[in-house]
């Protein structure tokens, strides 16, 4: 089957993993990973990245001991069987603060989009699918990060609802400190 170009991708169907299935996502991790590096190279010198099967390896694991909670929710899109895209959410307690953000969040830990299907739908379609299913659980607010420098993972982000929260900022513990 000929994946499709930029237009609608039209209907996607959802498939819920269990951990059994996780190894279903490996190549759609690697090219998840491969744009990761890509748009961050600014970040070599702060923090190392790791070769494909080490971080495959390393995320494998994470999915592995994410599924063990039964809130966690690992969603594949598929269009006509082939793999398009998939989220992994997690949810946590939240924590009491300044704002009021309900008893649980919802944390998207993964969102992968076959770069075949970029520009396609498949990215607000599984969202669609995450947020309904949130929704049914009575979870109210979902965290997403994205890289700083990803602006088109951005840009989606704001045309889905999303707004900037929290700016994490990152360094080597021995890096330097303030300039004068």
């Known amino acids: 089957m000929t994946k499709p170009g930029s237009t609608n991708v039209g209907v996607l169907g959802f498939r819920y ?3 059994h299935e996780v190894e279903e996502l490996a190549d759609l991790w690697g090219a998840l ?16 990245s790791v070769g494909l099967d080490e971080s495959w390896r390393r995320r494998r694991a994470q999915y592995l001991d994410w599924l063990r909670d039964p809130d966690t929710m690992a969603i594949l ?29 919802a ?24 947020r309904r299913q949130l929704a049914s659980t009575g979870i109210r607010d979902i965290e997403f990060s994205a890289l700083a ?9 704001e045309q889905e609802g999303f707004r900037p929260f929290v700016t994490t900022m990152v360094c080597r513990v021995d890096g330097f400190g303030a300039h004068d």
Do not use: C, N
């Not at 990761?36 to 190392?48: F, G, Q, Y």
């Open 149 to 157: 420098t990803a602006s088109e993972d951005i840009s989606f982000l």
């Open 17 to 19: 993993l269990g951990a």
């Open 107 to 130: 944390v998207v830990q993964t969102f992968a989009v076959d770069p075949d299907y970029t520009g396609t739908g498949v990215g607000s379609k599984l969202l669609e699918e995450v």
């Open 77 to 105: 899109a598929e269009h006509g069987g082939d793999p398009a895209g998939y989220a992994m959410v997690t949810v946590r307690e939240s924590a009491q603060g300044s704002w009021d953000r309900g008893e649980r969040v």
């Open 33 to 48: 990973h491969q744009q990761h590096t890509m748009t961050a190279p600014h970040l070599e010198d702060i923090i190392s």
